[in-house]
């Protein structure tokens, strides 16, 4: 069985970095992390190219999802969006959510279509729909442990103090913790930790609106969780686009051989000889 989230918090801030699919999870458990996050944008721009303004459906979320959980023996965060419509779908996601082993879901409060938490023009739910959303939540869950984080991205559209406000009232409703996106100062972060008597999630994306700050500062400032959504998945982008220029100009891979995972780290990563040592075991049956 995985850790509990909850019981993970207990001693010191959970770093989540965000896997996009089964392998990238892989590598976040073999550097040592204790959980991880499903991240939205990092299945819409993964596996289909997309934006992150609620493209994908459930199903295809949950199908994602099921890969990557089923890879790793730490417990998972789904990014859940919206809730994929109102408070039934909601009951219907955290339900499904639960029977595929995740840890928890987070929940925002943008109205559809939403758009990525760190750009201008987004729309609210009113404090009172997003608050049904997340009693519908907590009463279609069945596992106590199953971490319910209420997303409020008031803080672009009504201010610190509105965010602060929909978040008391998400816990209100029975969220476990409440995750203030964007925010644009450390003394934002400060004052939203002061204000809200709950466990804090805090996302460290890059080329956002919020500013660069550490684990160990977010631990500093009382903050339970914290995502990196997209480092891995921005790096290896970027190493993918070096690596294929250099194909198309030099017509070889010779130059940048080094620069690989070998064959041999990639069988090691999927657990290739363990498929063997089946095969060959029911093979030995069938003689």
Do not use: W
């Not at 009504?158 to 409440?178: M, Q, T």
């Amino acid at each position: 069985m995985k850790p509990k989230i909850k019981d993970l918090m207990k001693d010191g801030i959970v770093v989540m970095p965000g896997a996009f699919n089964a392998i990238s999870a892989r590598l976040v458990e073999k550097a040592g992390f204790n959980a991880l996050y499903i991240s939205g944008a990092g299945l819409a721009n993964g596996v289909a190219a997309m934006p992150d303004i609620g493209l994908l459906t459930m199903t295809e979320v949950l199908t994602q999802s099921k890969y990557i959980i089923d890879a790793v023996d730490i417990p998972c965060i789904i990014d859940g969006d919206t809730g994929f419509g109102e408070a039934i779908n909601v009951m219907m996601m955290i339900k499904e959510m639960e029977s595929l082993g995740a840890g928890g879901v987070h929940i925002e409060d943008q109205e559809m279509p939403k758009k990525c938490g760190h750009l201008a023009g987004k729309s609210l739910v009113s404090p009172k729909a997003m608050a049904v959303k997340i009693a519908a939540a907590v009463e279609a869950r069945t596992d106590p442990d199953f971490l319910i984080v209420a997303r409020t991205d008031a803080r672009a559209v009504e201010g610190i103090d509105g965010a602060i406000k929909r978040a008391n009232l998400y816990l209100e409703a029975g969220a476990d913790a409440i995750f203030p996106e964007a925010l644009e100062s450390k003394e934002e972060f400060i004052l939203f930790r002061k204000e809200i008597s709950a466990p804090l999630l805090a996302n460290m994306t890059e080329f956002g609106k919020s500013p660069y700050l550490s684990a160990k500062e977010f631990e500093d400032m009382g903050y339970n969780m914290v995502i990196f959504p997209l480092t891995a998945f921005r790096v290896m982008l970027k190493s993918v686009a070096d690596a294929l220029s250099k194909l198309k100009a030099e017509g070889t891979q010779k130059t940048f051989i080094e620069e690989m995972m070998t064959r041999k780290e990639i069988y090691e990563i999927i657990g290739y000889e363990d498929y063997e040592v089946i095969d060959k075991k029911i093979s030995k049956k069938m003689k």
